[in-house]
């Protein structure tokens, strides 16, 4: 049983973490850093599009790498978006592109652009698609972690420009972005 020092102790903790903001680091799960989460994507409306995408802490940021089944050949947008909900059969109830920072929508290299902007992913004649880079603006941890956003393939090319989505049309396959098991 609790003291009750040791219990006032403990409830000043609570609330003063509450009304600063001050909580256990989002790069933290149940004591243990996140070095590793993935999304597995399923079809929406019936497109087919199906897909997993890792994502894994490196030294110069995070790795993503996807493998798409299903899409029509060509290029298509590619993004994470603000919240983790794929439930809407158009992948509208995920929301925009995820942009803690408040930034322009641009390619992936760019310095300024949203943490979820991953460019495009390209489909060969078999319908498959593959990518494989590290990205350094978007995190596991902090105000630009992924983890609980959901990622987003788009039936068209991203232009890499048009604001706020880069004209990448309709959304295709939805996955949440998920904890997995690291190394």
């Excluded at 290029?75 to 978006?81: D, P, R, S, T, Y």
């Excluded at 652009?113 to 990518?131: L, S």
């Excluded at 393939?153 to 880069?166: L, N, R, S, Y």
């Amino acid at each position: 049983m609790l003291k009750k020092a040791h219990l006032a102790l403990l409830l000043g903790s609570i609330v003063l973490a509450r009304t600063t903001g001050a909580a256990q680091p989002a790069h933290e799960h149940g004591g243990t850093t996140i070095t590793k989460a993935v999304a597995v994507l399923s079809p929406l409306k019936a497109s087919g599009v199906r897909g997993v995408v890792t994502f894994e802490a490196v030294e110069n940021g995070v790795r993503v790498v996807a493998d798409l089944t299903g899409l029509l050949p060509g290029k298509h947008g590619f993004h994470i978006h603000e919240f983790g909900d794929c439930s809407a059969d158009d992948g509208s109830s995920a929301g925009g592109h995820f942009n803690p920072a408040g930034m322009p929508h641009s390619m992936p290299s760019s310095d300024k652009r949203h943490a979820g902007d991953m460019g495009n992913i390209e489909a060969g004649a078999d319908g498959k698609a593959h990518i494989d880079y590290v990205d350094a603006v978007m995190s596991l941890s902090g105000d630009h972690s992924i983890v609980g956003h959901a990622v987003i393939v788009h039936e068209k090319e991203d232009d890499m420009k048009t604001q706020p989505t880069g004209n990448a049309g309709a959304r295709v396959a939805c996955g949440v972005i998920g904890i997995a098991k690291g190394k």
